[in-house]
């Protein structure tokens, strides 16, 4: 009988946002246009980086590869979250529930790693431009493009395998809209205690060496650029790197409130919306930074629509 209850759980109830109709109506309606923005936005940018001349280099390379990180992460999450929604709750089995964690969690430590190559790359076009093009050639970018997914990919199968081992006879319930590690991890009757250890010793080659990396990349340009004697120049090389900034300072802030941040005293709605800010908004607005503050990939958006009205 006690074998029976220790592999009871087989699924999961994920509560989502339990609120009124009226506003879960809202939120799925909004979602939904974010989802399909999102899809859209990121696919226009793969689109015009594999076909525009122009945007045939190392920068718009890892751009694009961005955007299919952000493809996958918001499709992981969203089409099951309208589900929630919809239900005011729904169920989740338990391979589904493992699979949407690494299907999340894989992009993410991909898009950790892919935000230090980019902030190398900065480095390398603007502290040491007369050898950007030997040192930045197409096949170093896409050696360093698949280590990003190499690494993402198989850190995150460590936990996954993990996870798959532990035993689930505490309540099914998950408090959230998606299957996250903190809260799967809270319903294991196993001992957690290797788990948690492995994900704080994993955490350094994730989060901290990438964080060192962009750290130390932008320290060097912006002393270089300092040094520069024009203010023409100096907003120039600024300009180049102003929207990988901006696009490593949300994924940044929001993952870091959502996992580093101590939630002692933070609301379940609180940590729900820190979630949905960094799995389904950071995706939405990445396109739009890359794209409203880049000339190069307006242009080459330009030309595409003019060849669509000629033909």
């Known amino acids: 009988m006690r074998e029976k209850n220790l592999t009871e759980v087989t699924e999961f109830l994920l509560l989502g946002f339990e609120t009124s109709q009226s506003i879960r109506i809202f939120l799925f309606c909004l979602l939904l246009v974010v989802?399909?923005?999102?899809?859209?936005?990121?696919?226009?940018i793969i689109t015009l980086v594999?076909?525009?001349?122009?945007?045939?280099?190392?920068?718009?390379?890892?751009?694009?590869?961005?955007?299919?990180?952000?493809?996958?992460?918001i499709t992981d999450?969203?089409?099951?979250?309208?589900h929630v929604l919809l239900n005011n709750g729904a169920t989740i089995t338990f391979i589904g529930c493992i699979t949407q964690l690494y299907f999340l969690c894989a992009p993410e430590v991909f898009e950790c790693f892919l935000l230090a190559v980019m902030s190398y790359d900065r480095y390398v076009a603007i502290c040491n431009p007369l050898r950007y093009?030997?040192?930045?050639?197409?096949?170093?970018?896409?050696?360093?493009?698949?280590?990003?997914?190499?690494?993402?990919?198989?850190?995150?199968?460590?936990?996954?395998i993990k996870i798959t081992k532990f035993v689930f006879c505490k309540?099914?319930?998950?408090?959230?809209?998606?299957?996250?590690?903190?809260?799967?991890?809270?319903?294991?009757c196993s001992d957690t205690f290797i788990i948690n250890l492995e994900i704080y010793i994993l955490s350094i080659p994730n989060?901290?060496?990438?964080?060192?990396?962009?750290?130390?990349?932008?320290?060097?340009?912006?002393?270089?650029?300092?040094?520069?004697?024009?203010?023409?120049?100096?907003?120039?090389?600024?300009?180049?790197?102003?929207?990988?900034?901006?696009?490593?300072?949300i994924f940044y802030w929001t993952m870091f409130g959502v996992y580093i941040v101590p939630t002692k005293g933070q609301t379940l709605t609180v940590s729900k919306i820190m979630s949905l800010l960094y799995t389904v908004f950071t995706p939405f607005i990445n396109p739009i930074i890359y794209s409203l503050r880049n000339k190069d990939i307006r242009k080459g958006l330009q030309k595409k629509l003019q060849k669509c009205v000629i033909c």
Do not use: E
Request: charged share 10%.
């Open 207 to 249: 989060v901290f060496i990438p964080t060192t990396i962009i750290v130390t990349s932008y320290t060097s340009i912006v002393r270089a650029v300092l040094r520069i004697p024009s203010s023409t120049g100096r907003r120039k090389a600024f300009s180049t790197c102003s929207s990988h900034l901006i696009v490593v300072s």
């Open 50 to 73: 594999s076909t525009s001349k122009i945007l045939h280099t190392p920068m718009y390379f890892f751009i694009s590869q961005l955007s299919i990180g952000d493809i996958m992460v």
């Open 171 to 188: 309540s099914n319930t998950i408090d959230h809209f998606f299957c996250d590690i903190i809260p799967v991890l809270d319903l294991a």
């Open 77 to 82: 999450i969203v089409p099951n979250l309208l």
């Open 35 to 44: 989802y399909c923005g999102t899809i859209c936005g990121n696919l226009l």
């Open 133 to 160: 093009s030997t040192i930045m050639t197409s096949g170093h970018c896409v050696i360093l493009s698949f280590a990003c997914w190499l690494l993402g990919f198989s850190i995150i199968l460590i936990y996954i």
